[in-house]
């Protein structure tokens, strides 16, 4: 049943020919308030903070203007946009010129702008920068604590809502690219008030548990309000004391928050994520095969080649008469004993013949040598070998040793010779 309307005389514009109590429909009362609204406000100069910013593919761009008690929704039109070199960013205090505008198929009013100037930071981003320095200085973010991803994970924690659209891309690329890597989910709201403290019994959750290799805590894109449950200090806190490495994946490409710091990794969006994480197995699983291939073709023509090589040697003269090849050894071995032994029997000669001639002289030079000539010798009683007549008298008892034999003489005359004998020359 169609709702009707009433259109009250006290709400009638200036200039209206409508009777009280007239009915209209949606869309002519639409159609009034946007004729109030734009005829009556002209154009504005309203400052607030930036949230949402999202340029379109038409080259429109949306986001919305807030403060602490209310949000109004804008827009910057193509022809306006191409005009302004920088747009602000979320959290930023902006000063925005424009018109308010009726979007009449959804019945919502908007600022249409057309320039903007710079107020200084919002309240969310000066909460933000401030929470970002205090945690920088305690160190949360340096690199040196980071840990390093495994590159074979078993099992990946995700730390999200169990609605999200962002959880499906993820189960979605993991199935695709890893089904053999389990997931387990611990579920939390990831927006709200109550969301920081989700976020971080979750992952305190899963870091008691002990089983995941790998934790994501993750959400899709949004304003920064939306995204704030990750630029606060209670999630910073339970990231940074988790041993489990923790990637954060957070909204979109552009979008940073604190838990981006913290985390030891970083994924622009929640299927990069999902793709860093998850080893690509079709593909490891292909270049595992061409390398067997690769592998296989090498040995076989490794093989091949040894073949070859093994059926050369074969028919080599040392396979086929291997003897052969110890007779040039044989003959050589052979000339060295022939010249050994006759180097021994000349040396063995020689050294005969030298003692033979010692022999010969010691012959020559023994007393025994000169008894066997005729020759004897003459001592005293006491021993002592006689050379001179002159020592001895008649009466003394001698004994002479000839060769074969010994006498016992006595001394019957003694003549001394005047000087000794010399030998003749013969």
Same mark, same amino acid.
């Given at each position: 049943?169609?709702?009707?309307?009433?259109?009250?005389?006290?709400?009638?514009?200036?200039g209206?020919?409508?009777?009280?109590g007239?009915t209209?429909s949606?869309?002519?009362?639409t159609?009034r308030?946007k004729n109030?609204?734009e005829?009556?406000l002209?154009?504005?100069?309203?400052?607030?903070?930036?949230?949402?910013?999202k340029a379109s593919?038409s080259?429109?761009?949306?986001?919305?203007l807030?403060?602490r008690?209310?949000l109004?929704?804008a827009?910057?039109?193509?022809?306006?946009?191409?005009?302004i070199?920088t747009f602000?960013?979320?959290g930023?205090?902006v000063?925005?010129?424009?018109?308010?505008?009726?979007?009449?198929p959804?019945g919502?009013?908007?600022l249409?702008?057309?320039?903007?100037?710079?107020?200084?930071?919002?309240?969310?981003?000066?909460?933000f920068?401030?929470?970002?320095?205090?945690?920088?200085?305690?160190?949360?973010?340096?690199?040196?604590?980071?840990k390093?991803?495994?590159?074979?994970p078993?099992?990946?924690g995700?730390v999200?809502?169990?609605g999200?659209?962002?959880?499906?891309?993820?189960?979605k690329?993991?199935?695709?690219?890893?089904?053999g890597?389990k997931?387990?989910?611990?579920?939390?709201?990831?927006?709200?008030?109550?969301a920081? #403290?989700? @976020? /971080? %019994? =979750? $992952?305190?959750s899963?870091?008691?548990?002990?089983g995941?290799?790998?934790?994501?805590v993750?959400?899709?894109g949004?304003?920064?309000?939306?995204?704030?449950?990750?630029n606060? #200090?209670t @999630? /910073? %806190? =339970? $990231?940074?004391?988790?041993?489990?490495?923790?990637?954060s994946?957070?909204?979109?490409?552009?979008?940073?928050?604190?838990a981006d710091?913290v985390?030891?990794v970083?994924?622009?969006?929640p299927s990069?994520? =999902?793709e860093?994480?998850?080893?690509?197995?079709?593909?490891?699983?292909l270049?595992l095969a061409?390398?067997v291939t690769?592998?296989r073709?090498a040995?076989?023509?490794?093989?091949r080649?040894?073949r070859l090589?093994?059926?050369?040697l074969?028919?080599?003269?040392?396979?086929?008469?291997?003897?052969?090849m110890?007779?040039p050894h044989?003959?050589r071995l052979?000339?060295v004993?022939?010249r050994?032994?006759?180097?021994?029997?000349?040396?063995?000669?020689?050294?005969s013949?030298?003692l033979?001639l010692a022999?010969?002289?010691?012959?020559?030079?023994?007393p025994?040598?000169?008894?066997?000539?005729?020759?004897?010798?003459v001592?005293?009683?006491?021993?002592?070998?006689?050379?001179?007549?002159?020592?001895?008298?008649?009466g003394?008892q001698?004994?002479v040793v000839?060769y074969?034999?010994r006498?016992?003489?006595e001394?019957?005359?003694v003549?001394?010779?005047p000087?000794?004998l010399k030998?003749t020359?013969?």
């Amino acid at each position: 049943m169609r709702r009707r309307l009433a259109y009250s005389e006290a709400a009638t514009p200036e200039g209206d020919d409508s009777k009280a109590g007239a009915t209209l429909s949606v869309s002519e009362l639409t159609r009034r308030i946007k004729n109030l609204l734009e005829t009556s406000l002209g154009t504005l100069s309203v400052v607030g903070e930036i949230s949402g910013l999202k340029a379109s593919p038409s080259g429109h761009v949306y986001f919305s203007l807030k403060d602490r008690e209310a949000l109004i929704d804008a827009v910057v039109w193509r022809s306006a946009a191409q005009r302004i070199k920088t747009f602000p960013r979320d959290g930023e205090k902006v000063t925005v010129r424009g018109k308010l505008a009726v979007y009449e198929p959804r019945g919502r009013y908007q600022l249409i702008v057309t320039s903007f100037e710079t107020a200084g930071k919002g309240d969310l981003w000066q909460m933000f920068e401030a929470l970002k320095e205090k945690l920088a200085s305690e160190g949360l973010f340096d690199p040196a604590r980071k840990k390093p991803l495994p590159a074979n994970p078993a099992v990946l924690g995700i730390v999200t809502s169990p609605g999200a659209a962002a959880l499906r891309d993820i189960l979605k690329i993991v199935r695709r690219r890893s089904p053999g890597l389990k997931t387990v989910i611990a579920p939390c709201r990831v927006q709200g008030q109550e969301a920081a #403290e989700e @976020v /971080a %019994r =979750a $992952i305190n959750s899963l870091e008691r548990w002990g089983g995941a290799d790998i934790i994501l805590v993750s959400r899709g894109g949004g304003s920064m309000e939306d995204l704030w449950t990750f630029n606060t #200090e209670t @999630v /910073a %806190r =339970a $990231i940074a004391a988790a041993v489990t490495p923790v990637v954060s994946a957070v909204g979109h490409q552009t979008d940073f928050t604190i838990a981006d710091f913290v985390a030891d990794v970083r994924a622009a969006t929640p299927s990069e994520a =999902a793709e860093m994480i998850a080893p690509d197995q079709e593909g490891m699983l292909l270049v595992l095969a061409r390398g067997v291939t690769s592998l296989r073709r090498a040995l076989t023509g490794l093989l091949r080649e040894k073949r070859l090589e093994l059926a050369g040697l074969t028919q080599a003269a040392v396979f086929r008469k291997p003897l052969e090849m110890f007779m040039p050894h044989w003959q050589r071995l052979d000339d060295v004993f022939s010249r050994y032994a006759e180097n021994s029997r000349r040396r063995l000669e020689g050294a005969s013949n030298r003692l033979e001639l010692a022999r010969l002289r010691l012959q020559g030079l023994s007393p025994y040598g000169v008894l066997s000539r005729g020759y004897a010798v003459v001592t005293d009683p006491a021993g002592h070998s006689l050379t001179e007549a002159g020592k001895l008298k008649a009466g003394d008892q001698l004994k002479v040793v000839l060769y074969q034999g010994r006498l016992g003489v006595e001394v019957k005359k003694v003549e001394p010779s005047p000087a000794p004998l010399k030998p003749t020359k013969s």
